[in-house]
């Protein structure tokens, strides 16, 4: 069995917002297995097969700073260990429409990361992860994620989102290193489409993709409105 998260924070007020790019993911995912979504704890749960292999979709219903509470009971039943659990998740380090594959690594600073890493007692777990780019100067990155994208990068984002669901796909399908072989061929070759003689950003830890169609900027709007209960973000 493989366990997939999304990570993201429940309710309507979150549900377009950047933070919440593990959960559109992994619905993506859930509505090309025709699963359906039921209550199980702390977490919503669905079950369905890709590749022949028995998956188990899951999204925390904690807020993100508690992630890790919902996730571990998940992750004792049906995980035998970090290689088979996957994360979906927002990334402030990568551009708007990039996706990465990444196996272990730090938390960079996102709660959501850094409550599974405490509560599994490991970090060694894959990664989809989805590029939702820096706050414009002066914009608190907490603000920041709680918004939804920028009119111009929505299109960006949408596809970043459904290429992390085709991901998914390929690492259950192949395997982790051979699905990050196919996707790191696939963002040279969509990097030369998009922009001939310039590379997109790289780093050690995986590889950079660019969704059809992705901008390595722009910039969003300031939250105008925080509750006392929005203290879980980066």
């Known amino acids: 069995t493989r366990l997939i998260v999304g990570l993201g924070n429940p309710g309507r007020r979150y549900g377009a917002t950047l933070h919440n790019a593990g959960f559109l993911a992994i619905d993506r995912i859930a509505e090309?297995?025709?699963?359906r979504w039921r209550a199980a704890g702390a977490a919503s749960l669905g079950t369905g097969e890709i590749g022949g292999r028995q998956v188990v979709l899951a999204k925390p219903m904690t807020f993100m700073n508690l992630s890790g509470d919902a996730v571990a009971p998940l992750y004792r039943k049906h995980a035998d260990g970090p290689g088979d659990l996957?994360?979906?998740?927002?990334?402030?380090?990568?551009?708007?429409?990039?996706?990465?594959?990444?196996?272990?690594?730090?938390?960079?600073?996102h709660n959501g990361l850094r409550s599974l890493k405490e509560r599994l007692g490991t970090?060694?777990?894959?990664?989809?992860?989805?590029?939702?780019?820096?706050?414009?100067?002066?914009?608190?990155?907490?603000?920041?994620?709680?918004?939804?994208?920028?009119?111009?990068?929505?299109?960006?984002?949408?596809?970043?989102v459904a290429a992390a669901g085709e991901a998914f796909a390929d690492i259950a399908r192949l395997g982790f290193d051979k699905a990050m072989t196919r996707w790191n061929a696939k963002a040279r070759e969509d990097s030369k489409l998009a922009a001939p003689g310039k590379a997109p950003p790289e780093s050690p830890g995986g590889n950079i993709l660019l969704a059809p169609g992705a901008s390595s900027g722009g910039s969003i709007s300031r939250k105008e409105a925080r509750s006392q209960d929005d203290t879980e973000e980066v």
């Open 32 to 35: 090309s297995l025709g699963v």
């Open 86 to 109: 996957v994360v979906l998740h927002d990334d402030l380090d990568l551009p708007v429409g990039a996706v990465r594959l990444k196996r272990g690594g730090g938390t960079g600073g």
């Open 123 to 160: 970090a060694d777990f894959l990664r989809i992860r989805v590029g939702i780019g820096r706050p414009p100067a002066g914009v608190d990155p907490a603000d920041y994620v709680l918004t939804p994208p920028a009119p111009g990068l929505r299109g960006a984002f949408d596809a970043a």
